[in-house]
Structure formats: structure tokens, C-alpha cells
């Protein structure tokens, strides 16, 4: 269909890297594509710390779970949203609305995938890091982030050293609805994904997960994740009418 269909539609996370680091040209070609991406009346309500000091980067490291591939990707950038740089230049600007951290939150994500699909294109892989808000104030501390600046996610990027199948996605028809959102789902298409994904997951693991989509839902969603977000939105500013 298209060049950037076929690196969209083969999409799946790296989390082996070899040693082989970034050209300065790819690093840029992937910083301008994610820029590129729309933004919200055109705010650009996103700032990205790329954690180059290998010692600042084991202590992200610590802070995201100790995932050992933020260690070892050639790149390391953690993604934010950001109303600190409006306020230096406007200073009688009004910040600390609800509606401004979706815009944040919008814009950045749209440029973490735009930064996805260039690196992927290139023939690089990575994986998003939505553990960097595990530790939240000490990751502020540790970037200096201030407040005004939220982190919402890091992304690994580097040469792949694994070649893993995209992950099976829910049916388009239980994700894609016309007009009006349904009054129920189809039982039995979501019973056959969650077939799918056990056999994904068989296969990728040699046999040792059994797992389902609703399954892992189940196990996911019942726990309260992480419960300080609230207040630490509130300390940096984000959510307070
Ligand atoms: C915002 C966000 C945060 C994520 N955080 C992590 C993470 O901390 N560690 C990790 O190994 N994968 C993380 N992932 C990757 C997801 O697990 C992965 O995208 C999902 O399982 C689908 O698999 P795929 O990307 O291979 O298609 C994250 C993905 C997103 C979008």
C-alpha cells in the first residue's frame, strides 16, 4: 500500500538492543519527525529529555523497575508535557487546567509515535517506558524538571536484536464502531481474539505463558495504579481547576 503502512502495520516493541549507537543524522531525522506531529492551537505543549550521562541513565534506570533496556538502547528519551516554557515568555498566561493536561498529554504522545514510526522506518526499534511515572518526584529531581512539566513516558530506541511478531490487536470491528457506540460488544469475536492471543503468547514464550487478552485486562485493571498520580499532578501544577 504504502512505505509508511508497511512500517506502522509491522510495529512491535525492542527490548534487545545491539551496541551500535544512533548517527547524529538519524537522531535529528527522528527529532523533526516528531515534531511534526499537529499539536493542540498549536501550543507545542511538549518538552524531551534525551539521558545521555550513563550514570543519570542507571538511575532512571532504577527509578522505571530497573527495565534493563533503558540501560542498553542506544537512546534514551523521557517524554513531557510541558507549560513551564509558556510561562517564561508569557507570563500572564493561566495554567493548572484539567483540559491542559490533556493537551499536554495529546501532543506528546502524538510525538513519541511520530519519533516510533521514523526510527522504525530507518530500520531501528524501540519500546515506550510509561514506568518513568513509577517514581515521579524523583525522576522531577533527578531531570530537574520543574514545575509545570509532567513526565509521561520514556522511549528506548536502538538496533533491534530480537525479531519478534506484532502483537495480535483486538478485531478492528471491537475497536471500530459507526455512528454510535454500541450497547454490547460481540462475545463471541472477543472470544476468538482472546484464542488468538493465548496462542501468541505460547508461541513467543516456548509455551511457559498462558495468557488471554481479558485475562491479562483483568489482572491489569484491578489494581490501583499508581494511587500518588493525582497529588503529584497537583504539585507540578496539572489539575488544579
Ligand atoms: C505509554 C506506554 C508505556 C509503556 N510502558 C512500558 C514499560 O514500561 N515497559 C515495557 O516493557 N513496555 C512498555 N510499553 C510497551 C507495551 O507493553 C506494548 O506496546 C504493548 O504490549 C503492545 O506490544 P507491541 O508494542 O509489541 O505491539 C508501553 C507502551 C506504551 C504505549
Redesign the pocket.
Known amino acids: 500500500m504504502s512505505a509508511a503502512i508497511e512500517v506502522m502495520r509491522h ?3 525492542i ?1 534487545k538492543f545491539t551496541e551500535q549507537p544512533l548517527s547524529a543524522e538519524q537522531r535529528e531525522a527522528i527529532m523533526a519527525s516528531a515534531q511534526a506531529a499537529s499539536s493542540s492551537s498549536f501550543l507545542q505543549a511538549s518538552a524531551v529529555i534525551r539521558i545521555t550521562d550513563p550514570e543519570l541513565r542507571a538511575k532512571v534506570m532504577a527509578l ?1 523497575g530497573d ?1 534493563a533496556y533503558i540501560g542498553t538502547a542506544a537512546e534514551f528519551w523521557v517524554f513531557c508535557a510541558d507549560f513551564h516554557r509558556h510561562l517564561q515568555w508569557v507570563p500572564e498566561a493561566r495554567t493548572g487546567f484539567a483540559e491542559q493536561l490533556l493537551i499536554g498529554a495529546i501532543d506528546t504522545a502524538l510525538m513519541g509515535q511520530n519519533a516510533m514510526t521514523a526510527a522504525e522506518s530507518l530500520g531501528l526499534g524501540g ?5 518513568v511515572r513509577n517514581q515521579p518526584h524523583a525522576l522531577c529531581e533527578l531531570l530537574a524538571l520543574p514545575r509545570g512539566v509532567v513526565p509521561l ?1 520514556g522511549l528506548c530506541l536502538g538496533y533491534p536484536a530480537q525479531d ?1 511478531e ?2 495480535p490487536r483486538l478485531p478492528a470491528s471491537l475497536m471500530f464502531v459507526e455512528n454510535r457506540y454500541p450497547a454490547r460488544f460481540d462475545d463471541a469475536r472477543m472470544q476468538g481474539y482472546d484464542e488468538q492471543v493465548r496462542q501468541y503468547y505460547r508461541t513467543r514464550t516456548g509455551g511457559n505463558k498462558e495468557m488471554t487478552w481479558t485475562g491479562q485486562i483483568g489482572e491489569t485493571l484491578v489494581k490501583e495504579a499508581r494511587p500518588f498520580m493525582l497529588e503529584f499532578l497537583r504539585e507540578q501544577g496539572f489539575c488544579l481547576r
Open positions: 510495529h512491535r516493541s527490548r522505571c527495565q519500546v515506550f517506558i510509561g514506568a513516558f519478534p506484532p502483537k
